[in-house]
């Protein structure tokens, strides 16, 4: 592994996809040439089956999730997914691979009780693309068997710092990978067009009305979605508007299971669909409109998290406005 210690280690990386067999990449960037380009190369050469811990949190989960099972099938990789309940002893010697994204900050503990509990029996455990700050005594602890996508500069600088011993490669967020055509046939042939499943049913016919009164709610900007945040990542002064719909929060899973991630993700694409123009300091929401080809007003979170991820990856869509540089 020490090998692949210093690839990958910048974030010049590739932003225009080359031509695919997966026909919903046109707007996705390459995996090609990004630090997680050789975990998953790693992965797939060692044959065997990866433990997935998945990020937990609302809809814009669901989606990183969603995008981690497509590149593992993708690449071949059998996995099965793990709680964060799951015994010391059975990830001891495995393969273990962590949903990072925002969850390994100084605000949530989730992963880092997760990593902390894991890394030092199992045979290799990698933490998917992730912003990183703080938590400098567990960094310390990590040893050569851990690796760390960052996919902004910031946490780049930071883990290199703090985890010496550790694999550090840059890499994009994981959800501008996501094959959104494969999704929406994956979900086509699963679930039922107007309430997806029977166990969902009556969640996503609320959702439905819900959205319905958004629109009905926000006549004079019609066609245009405002979708903020309401929890304690707000940005500082950051003002919601008087009609929000916070889609994150309204398509978020009871789980994120394969079934269930796909399943939100489909249903917050459907929703996302209907808008021009995007309002949100929601990141996955940011990406997933961007992913669609709308465009995207983005406001920046509390600790920076949307304002890093912009200039890392995306910049690159010209329909995607930072809103920081307009004040």
């Known amino acids: 592994m020490n090998a692949d210690r210093h690839s990958g280690t910048t974030l010049d990386l590739p932003v225009h996809a080359a031509p695919s067999e997966h026909a919903g990449l046109e707007r996705a960037l390459p995996v090609a040439g990004t630090g997680l380009e050789p975990v998953l190369a790693r992965l797939a050469a060692a044959r065997a089956t990866v433990l997935y811990h998945a990020v937990p949190g609302n809809a814009g989960d669901s989606a990183i999730n969603c995008a981690a099972y497509q590149l593992l099938e993708r690449h071949g990789i059998a996995f099965e997914t793990v709680g964060d309940d799951v015994a010391v002893e059975r990830t001891r010697g495995r393969l273990l691979v962590c949903a990072g994204a925002g969850n390994l900050v100084p605000l949530y503990d989730d992963v880092r009780r ?46 290199r710092a703090a985890a010496p011993g550790a694999q550090v490669l840059a890499a994009h967020d994981l959800v501008l ?92 694409l459907d929703f996302l669909e209907r808008y021009r123009v995007v309002h949100t300091d929601r990141l996955h929401v940011a990406i997933l409109a961007a992913l669609l080809g709308k465009a995207v007003r983005l406001h920046d979170n509390s600790y920076g998290k949307n304002r890093v991820v912009y200039e890392q990856s995306l910049r690159h869509f010209p329909g995607v406005t930072p809103m920081w540089t307009l004040r």
């Open 114 to 159: 997760f990593v902390a509990r894991h890394h030092a029996g199992c045979r290799e455990l990698v933490v998917l693309p992730a912003t990183i700050r703080g938590h400098e005594d567990l960094l310390a602890e990590l040893g050569p068997n851990v690796t760390l996508l960052c996919r902004d500069q910031p946490s780049l600088e930071h883990v």
């Open 177 to 268: 990978h996501l094959d959104v055509a494969a999704l929406r046939r994956s979900a086509r042939r699963r679930f039922l067009p107007l309430v997806s499943s029977f166990a969902q049913a009556r969640r996503n016919l609320r959702r439905r009305w819900r959205g319905l009164r958004y629109d009905r709610r926000n006549r004079v900007c019609a066609g245009e979605l405002f979708a903020f945040r309401t929890d304690r990542e707000i940005g500082p002064g950051q003002v919601v508007h008087g009609v929000n719909f916070d889609a994150s929060i309204e398509y978020i899973s009871d789980d994120m299971s394969p079934a269930l991630a796909l399943e939100a993700t489909w249903r917050l």
